[in-house]
């Protein structure tokens, strides 16, 4: 079993900057994507940033804004926030999927953080 853990939400001014942190632990030996959602009240949860080992997605309202980086070695995935807005404001959700906990699975997992909250004030 694979679990997610995510540091780093709180309350910040807009304009302000957070740093999200999200450790993977338990049986891996591989991931091949790493990211970050978020759920505000009301609406369906969305894309923030993704990371592969070649390749990082981002949504179009972060753009520019939001970087996520990726420390293999330690399972661990960053997001990096700055010129934050109040419409950033949401329950963030780390997510790892295509894990494999043996070189030789055959069933890639896929798993999710507890979230954390970020909220934006005006």
């Known amino acids: 079993q694979v679990q997610l853990v995510e540091s780093g939400g709180g309350l910040v001014q807009a304009g302000g900057s957070l740093r999200l942190s999200c450790a993977a632990s338990?049986?891996?030996?591989?991931?091949?994507?790493m990211g970050w959602y978020r759920q505000a009240p009301g609406k369906q949860r969305e894309l923030v940033a993704r990371?592969?080992?070649?390749?990082?997605n981002y949504g179009d309202s972060v753009k520019g804004r939001f970087t996520i980086s990726r420390d293999n070695a330690k399972n661990t995935v960053y997001l990096q926030m700055n010129s934050l807005k109040p419409e950033d404001t949401a329950v963030y959700y780390c997510n790892a999927d295509g894990v494999k906990s043996t070189w030789y699975d055959r069933s890639l997992g896929d798993y999710w953080g507890q979230g954390t909250q970020v909220t934006v004030s005006s």
């Open positions: 338990g049986t891996i030996f591989s991931i091949n994507a």
């Open positions: 990371i592969t080992s070649g390749n990082t």
